[in-house]
């Protein structure tokens, strides 16, 4: 097989130019318009953040804890 000249070169550079710039524009174009989908983080219960802000101070104990928040809970 000879040596292909700096024309051909040129040539071959140029074809495969041809098909790979395009698809990486397609792919580049592809993941930017995707949006990113963040999971939003469950809604907290005021209610319950009260109660164990109490806990944490020494407000009340272990068992009015769980009581209360059973009551909670509940409805």
């Known amino acids: 097989m000879p040596n292909p000249g700096p024309l ?3 040539i071959i ?3 495969i130019a041809i098909f790979v ?3 990486l524009l397609i792919v580049a174009f592809a993941r930017r318009g995707r ?3 963040v999971a ?3 809604p907290r219960d005021p ?3 009260a109660l164990r802000t109490r806990l944490a101070a020494g407000e009340i104990d272990e068992a009015e804890y769980q009581r209360l ?5 509940a409805s």
């Open 35 to 37: 949006p990113t989908v």
């Open 21 to 23: 710039v395009p698809l």
């Open 8 to 10: 051909e070169l040129i």
């Open 69 to 73: 928040r059973a009551m909670l809970q």
């Open 47 to 49: 209610a319950l953040d």
């Open 40 to 42: 939003a983080p469950p």
């Open 13 to 15: 550079l140029a074809i």
